[in-house]
């Protein structure tokens, strides 16, 4: 069956430091998704990315972020400078399209952690 | 502001008993709705959906009911298992590229 995948499954990095979380979402997915949870928390919405454009985005998603598809198969959450509070799961989502295909299936999260 | 929440932040039910976990929706322009079940340390994992133009579906031992009336959302899990026990969150959306909004989770516990 396919599924999303993410790497790495946990990130440390220091304040300020750049990372890349990485995604491959199920193969003939057209809509891409990124998700994070802090710890004990609900699920928020960061970003939705359809044709290779944002499609959609929320207050979390500031200029810190940013969002890329480099090629075929991947899809890229980088935030610039870290802070502590960014410390949560990362879950990257995809779905088909049309109707019937707005599942989101979710990958298995990547920890970040923020020293 | 619009918001999905849960009820209970946690349901306690014996083995092979029935379970109910509720969700209230504020958006009446809410299209979509989706139940997923979170374990230990994975992500959500897709339990079962419906649209607005539905009240009822179900599934292989779940049965998701939607009053639009009172903006209200079951999960209904018959004769729970031990592999039952997680986060359940209700989420709401419109589909497409839009983002889903979750509430808050219920912890189901499941009693031997």
């Known amino acids: 069956e396919p599924e999303v995948t993410q790497t790495p499954s946990h990130q440390v990095t220091q304040m300020g430091q750049e990372v890349i979380l990485r995604c491959v979402p199920i193969s003939n997915h057209l809509y891409f998704y990124w998700y994070r949870q802090i710890l004990g928390q609900k699920v928020e919405f960061l970003v939705s990315f359809y044709n290779n454009e944002i499609s959609e985005k929320s207050e979390i998603f500031d200029d810190q972020f940013s969002v890329e598809r480099p090629d075929g198969s991947n899809f890229t959450l980088k935030i610039r400078s870290t802070k502590l509070e960014d410390s949560a799961m990362y879950f990257c989502?995809?779905?088909?399209?049309?109707?019937?295909?707005?599942?989101?299936?979710f990958g298995p999260g990547t920890r970040l952690t923020v020293l | 502001g619009e918001s999905v929440g849960l009820h209970l932040p946690t349901l306690s039910v014996q083995e092979g008993d029935n379970s109910i976990i509720n969700c209230a929706y504020s958006n009446s322009a809410s299209d979509y709705f989706i139940w997923y079940k979170q374990e230990s340390g994975k992500g959500p994992q897709f339990i079962i959906d419906?649209?607005?133009?539905?009240d009822k579906r179900q599934g292989q031992r779940v049965t998701v009911l939607l009053n639009k009336t009172v903006k209200h959302l079951s999960l209904q899990i018959a004769a729970t298992q031990p592999g039952d026990s997680a986060v359940y969150f209700c989420a709401e959306g419109g589909g497409g590229a839009d983002g889903l909004t979750f509430g808050k989770g219920t912890h189901l516990i499941i009693q031997p």
């Open positions: 989502a995809s779905s088909g399209e049309g109707h019937g295909t707005d599942t989101q299936y």
């Open positions: 419906i649209r607005s133009n539905m």
